[in-house]
């Protein structure tokens, strides 16, 4: 009587308090969703206008909300080890050892494969094709696939809260210890699936950025016009295409130990667990640019646009990513120069990790010059901007300090090494998608997001940050071992009680971005961005109406520089109305690729129950989904040009009520764009 | 984009060759997925943990057979793409079927190969050396499966679709992804069972 697999009622979290309440929040914050939809009575919007959506803005849109959601989620975790490590000195705490590593397993894989792959899908999706003067992505419909194979490995996260246990075994899984042998329950399986299909979708994502950015750009948007976030948008799709086989690979390998006892990386019977460990590294140094390289791209389109001032650098800038993007392949090993490889493989791979600090400084300077000079106008994203430039600085240093094998030996695993990381992860990829999130919010809805509530965010988080993590690196000088249940030295627990106090400040800058959300729908009649270019901006993005058309561009735009929308403000020739349109081709909308996610979820959770009569049966689903889709060659639908024409009507009438430039009435404008001088 | 019965309109080629293009990024992708296999393969190859290797356990005759089979599905389809480029859709199809078959028997015998090892008591558990080696092989072997069903699919849609263009930039794509199974092929022909063998 297996037809259920491992899954019995035991699997319920009825065992501890603790993992209950989570469990009931979980499942209660879903029925408030669906009370709340069916309260509106927006079923028939959520299903027809969202779920079967393959516009490229609603997906960016739903990458983007799932960042959020899990981002508290994430938040929480971490809320729960700061306030667990500043009190257990001497004491066993509030939360049980198994407990506790669940806590911080599910946090980085939250952070990172469910908060910030999302969040950065999800903003390029919005926008680069917008900047490139693009009517969708590549394949509309292989976008919609990845965001919900990225949404069935958020759920798979969410589900181990109310289902069974999440892996003990940190975000990174090593073995032996990951293997069946030591760890036999769920958990690992939850994090190995979650991580593996949301893989699957993050590989496809990558195709389908490099595919659009190579082919589908207006006429005379050469590369060299590329703005800058298209420019590591690029670079990162690559980055993702040839990084991730190796997580799949390592990741499919350990679920062949688990489940088929197969010796990859057993310790016995010719396993070798340091495989593992070099085939993930592969994988995730590269995965660490795949993250803060989009973030470097808003940081450079936000500074600009700030600055009132041209990129300076630009050529620079587009170097510094091509290097980045390639170092990145050539330092995997730092992550454990531990092993015990020769010295000289550790000096190898700790000389190239200094020398990948330099083209990253070449960045820092780039935005300082623009900068210089520049008149600066402090709205939320430059001031996120501006707290990551100081701050990242900070982590970076301490990244080249780290990269110097003698000095690894004596921090590995301590601390200090979570404070180094954290401080190039928060301010550098977190700090630059928040900046991406305010800058390019009124593009998405059509209305500006509330000053004031987003300036105190960045306050808190700012200030939050130094006092959570600062204490981080003297625990490490002190010798304190990352992810401590508890412990007797009463040296640690001051520090340990002012990183709890930053990480409650830091709580206080994501309810601002709550409030500020809140605030902001409930005021959006004043705050209205008529114009569709609400900062008085430089790329193509600011040129469609806001929120745009399902077609973008009613016509194509001729690109004749960098900067193509501020060029072509310079030049006289925006917001012109056409002599005539045309017919535009767009994608209909389908519910295969939700119904492919949906039997995604499906397949890893009977993966992860060993329910294999309903995994294949998710399979067979899967594939019948393809063939009717790939059967299908009428999935396009024309929109005619009398219907393009009510759009564009609209929108020239909305122009003629709003103001010029809506930034005319800031007390920093720096006047009408003029033609500028390359750089 | 070869010639074919119907006209193509600039958009649609141009559609097609998006496709094309990340189709071969999808294929880079898979080629590092097979370089991690291989690179495993050739760490563990010597982790036999006291049970049987490479030299026991591989057969020539079976290995070469296996090779000859699709080494010939390749070019089978080869034949089928010229088929298409000429508008001719029986013999597309009837290429197809052959090229079909060639491949069913490639499976055949790697099923047999495998079964064999497991009732012998060599299967992928017995030791790191056969995880690795049944790893590598037997996802090459599903990627020919996958191929297979694919083939299948495109024959139904020759048969009720005819050569339109959308078929006939899939088969395009099929072909890329049979072809790149056979230079995969050929190299763990000699990575895996030449090294073993001799």
Known sequence: MDIFGRLTIDSLPFYSAIAASGAGITVLGALIVMAVITYLGAWRVVLFDWVSSIDHKKIGIMYIMVALVMLMRGFIDAAMMRSQQAIAYNNEGYLPPGHFDQVFSSHGTIMIFFMAMPFLSGLINLIMPQQIGSRDVAFPFMNAISLWLTTAGAGLVLISLVIGKFSTAGWTGYPPYSGSEFTPGVGVDYWLWAVLISGVGSTMTGINFLVTIIKCRAPGMTMLRLPLFTWTVFVTAILMVFAFPSLTVAGGMLVLDRTLDMHFFTNGMGGNMMNYINLFWLWGHPEVYILILPAFGVFSEVVAVFSQKRLFGYISLVLATMAIGFLSFTVWLHHFFTMGSSAKVNSFFGTMTTIIAVPTGVKVFDWLFTMYRGRIIFKPPMLFTLGFLVTFTIGGLSGVLLALPPVDYLMHNTTFLIAHFHNVIIPGVLFGYIAGYMFWFPKAFGFKLNEKWGTWSFWCWIIGFYLAFMPLYLLGFLGMPRRMEHYEIAAWQPHLIVAAIGAFIIFLGIVCIAVQLIVSIRDRKTALDLTGDPWNGRSLEWATSSPAAPYNFAVLPQVQSVDAWWDMKARGVAYQRPQQYEDITLPKNTFVAAVIGGAGFVFGFAMIWYVWWLAILCLAVIFVSIVIRASDDDSDYVMTAVEVKAIEDERFAQLAKAPKNEMADDPGFAGEPVPEAST | ?198
């Open chain 2, 1 to 198: 984009m070869s010639a074919t019965t119907m006209t193509v309109t600039p958009q649609d080629a141009a559609k097609y060759e998006e496709k094309e293009f990340g189709f071969w990024l999808y294929l880079m992708s898979d080629a590092i997925l097979f370089a991690l296999l291989f690179a495993t393969y050739l760490v563990m190859v010597g982790n036999a943990a006291g049970g049987p290797t490479g030299k026991e356990l591989f057969s020539l005759e079976r290995a070469a057979g296996e090779t000859a089979l699709l080494l010939l599905s390749s070019t089978t389809f080869g034949v089928a793409a010229v088929a298409l480029s000429q508008g001719d859709r029986p013999k597309v199809l009837l290429w197809l079927a052959i090229t079909f078959l060639l491949g069913a028997g490639f499976i055949f015998l790697e099923i047999g190969e495998f079964r064999g090892m497991i009732d012998q008591g060599a299967g992928p558990d017995r030791s790191g050396f056969l995880s690795s080696f049944f790893t590598l092989v037997g996802t090459h072997g599903l990627h020919v499966s996958v191929g297979l069903s694919w083939i299948a699919v495109m024959f139904g849609q020759v048969v009720f679709k005819g050569l339109t263009p959308p078929v006939a930039s899939r088969l395009m794509r099929l072909g890329l992804f049979w072809h790149f199974l056979d230079i995969i092929w050929v190299v763990i022909f000699s990575v895996v069972y030449l090294p073993g063998l001799l």
